[in-house]
């Protein structure tokens, strides 16, 4: 649990100097220094693919919200509901589907796969949920 809250802490430490939108999604190129959750993270592995995240409110009948992860402009990830608990139900507000996202996407980008969130990442998320 302390593991992932350091994660989440070092996440939210990196953003993006110069962030590209472009039909609503952000991307970046450049250092990743700024005091936010990133909306993109390059990959570490070898292969040098860049990866990013969408946030999205829900529509057609799903209330909340969602992200989008794409690995060099490619949807990887569709997530339009709470990972990890039963149902389908969408992110509270948009913060916490951003701060999963990133969670995820750190996971992709660094080789963890299946990048799986657990109730307990979730929680130490602070991510509002019920069964």
């Not at 190129?29 to 700024?34: I, R």
């Not at 389908?88 to 969670?103: C, D, P, R």
Request: negative net charge.
């Amino acid at each position: 649990m302390r593991i992932v809250i350091a994660l989440f802490f070092g996440i939210s430490l990196v953003g993006c100097n110069n962030p590209k939108v472009e039909n609503g999604h952000t991307s970046c190129t450049d250092s990743l220094v700024e005091s936010k959750i990133p909306d993109t993270i390059p990959s570490t592995d070898s292969s040098s693919s860049h990866f990013s995240m969408h946030t999205f409110k829900n529509r057609d009948g799903l209330e909340g919200y969602g992200f989008d992860i794409y690995q060099e402009g490619k949807m990887m990830i569709h997530q339009n509901s709470i990972p990890a608990i039963q149902g389908n139900k969408g992110f509270s507000t948009e913060e916490e589907a951003k701060a999963v996202g990133a969670l995820m996407l750190y996971r992709i980008s660094n080789g963890i796969m299946p990048p799986s969130i657990s109730i307990e990442d979730l929680d130490s998320l602070g991510v509002k949920y019920s069964f």
